[in-house]
């Protein structure tokens, strides 16, 4: 959705908010809900439209799909995580001694 159909959409909640502020120092306070509800849906629409829409994408022009369908292998001279010595790590600081903390001690 173009941003000035966005901006549009979000003006036209604040505007709701402004209605609703009036009505709620009129003394109707159930347009009042209403107003507020409809100004709510409204800004929760503009928000919900615009995450779709970035910026740093690339036009829709070419929609192809990805290129490359396989994930890439390893990359060779990355550290891969050793996931045993996290484990021994992790045992050796859980088995430890813990002191008493707090207003308790």
Do not use: K, N
Request: proline letters at 10%; charged letters at 25%; a negative charge.
């Amino acid at each position: 959705m173009p941003r000035s159909e966005l901006r549009r959409l979000v003006l036209a909640a604040l505007i709701l908010y402004g209605v609703g502020v009036y009505a709620s120092l009129t003394h109707h306070a159930a347009l009042a809900g209403v107003v507020y509800v409809s100004g709510i849906a409204a800004c929760a629409l503009a928000a919900w439209l615009s995450r779709g829409s970035d910026s740093e994408d690339p036009p829709d022009g070419d929609d192809d799909g990805p290129t490359d369908r396989e994930p890439p292998p390893d990359p060779d001279g990355l550290p891969t995580f050793d996931w045993a010595a996290f484990e021994r790590q992790f045992r050796a600081y859980s088995d430890r001694p813990r002191e008493a903390s707090g207003a308790g001690r």
